[in-house]
């Protein structure tokens, strides 16, 4: 079993692991990669593999890591102002939000479709792969979370 436990810069990759976005946010799980052997990734924590990273091994192996396609809603309108408003109103609930040119996506849920909706945005479904913004308190790069130094209060969401 290969032991990933770092981000290497760029270059090719050995194979390839497919996961979802839930799963590229777990820093330590076993895996199997996309040609079915075992790993495992043991990254520092709070790291979020993106599609394209490619995390290595000591021995000097690599993976590449491809986001799967996943059960997705698309909000779009052409207003920014509208856009801004179901943005606000999908982080004020901590969901993680992919941002486009006049779309926002995030997992699929009927409850944040109908909030969309009634906004007045278009609410599409599909299978796509998810890679939402990361975190105000991520650091940049690859963490995701609150450290203890960074943390924002939390409050109710009624």
């Known amino acids: 079993m290969d032991i990933f436990d770092r981000l290497v810069s760029g270059g090719s990759a050995d194979r390839t692991l497919t996961l979802s976005f839930e799963r590229r946010s777990r820093s330590r799980q076993r895996v199997v990669l996309d040609d079915g052997s075992a790993a495992l990734l043991a990254l ?5 593999l993106r599609d394209g990273d490619v995390p290595g091994s000591a021995d000097g192996r690599t993976v590449r890591v491809q986001a799967a396609a996943e059960t997705v809603s698309t909000a779009a309108h052409a207003d920014p102002a509208t856009l801004l408003r ?7 609930r901590h969901v993680p939000v992919q941002i486009g040119p006049g779309w926002l996506r995030y997992l699929h849920d009927h409850v944040l479709d109908a909030l969309c909706r009634g906004l007045g945005l278009t609410v599409a479904v599909a299978e796509r792969p998810f890679e939402p913004e990361d975190g105000a308190y991520a650091g940049g790069g690859h963490h995701h979370g609150h450290g ?6 939390h409050h109710d969401h009624d």
Do not use: D, I, M, W
Request: hydrophobic share 35%; proline share 11%.
């Open 148 to 153: 203890e130094a960074t943390a924002h209060p």
């Open 86 to 92: 179901a943005a606000y109103h999908l982080g004020n």
């Open 44 to 48: 520092p924590r709070g790291t979020v």
